[in-house]
């Protein structure tokens, strides 16, 4: 039977109908109609249903809706606003600045990775702003890329990294 559970996504509160074990990425999906997660292996073993909750990357295949009430999700598509409040920003950039460095070093093809590959990175670079190219790879471990886009995935971190401390400046 399903159950009124109140969950924050991307800065706003839902009251949505599931049963406490209903993986968060079903919720994400068909209630809320967010499609930056993606059902890839259904395993927590490809990345491509990846969120932030609470600032940490979590598999939302795996994760029960219950597991996030009272924390913050952040999917794909929240990534520009939990950016510029983290940096204090006036105005919310149209994309985070590893999303632009997809776009700018063209590392997303068939679209699968790109959410998980996004969302690490961001995690990734909110905690250390200038990482090493052995942290980055170590970092991105676990997240499966169909194409093998890995060395443009690698240079666009690069990019974020760059673009982040600058904007920093």
């Known amino acids: ?11 706003q509160v839902w009251t949505v109908a599931a049963t406490p074990d209903t993986p968060l990425l079903y919720v994400l999906s ?4 967010l499609q930056g997660p993606r059902f890839g292996c259904g395993l927590g073993q490809c990345g491509s249903c990846s969120v932030l909750v609470n600032g940490v990357e979590t598999r939302s295949c795996q994760t029960p809706v219950s597991a996030v009430e009272g924390k913050s999700v952040t999917t794909l598509e929240g990534l520009p ?3 510029a409040t983290q940096r204090k920003l ?3 950039p149209a994309l985070h600045p590893v999303q632009q460095a997809m776009i700018d070093e063209q590392a997303v093809q068939c679209g699968y990775c790109f959410n998980g ?3 690490k990175a961001s995690e990734l670079l909110s905690k250390v702003p200038r990482p090493t190219e052995a942290q980055i790879r170590s970092a991105m471990n676990g997240h499966l890329c169909r194409c093998g886009t890995y060395p443009r995935i690698l240079m ?6 760059q673009a982040m401390a600058e904007v920093t400046k």
Request: charged residues 25%; hydrophobic residues 50%.
């Open 30 to 33: 068909n209630e809320l109609n």
């Open 81 to 83: 606003v939990w950016y």
């Open 117 to 119: 590959m996004i969302v």
């Open 156 to 161: 666009a971190v690069q990019r974020a990294s």
């Open 90 to 92: 006036r105005n919310v």
């Open 1 to 11: 039977m399903a159950n009124e559970l109140k969950i924050r996504v991307n800065e």
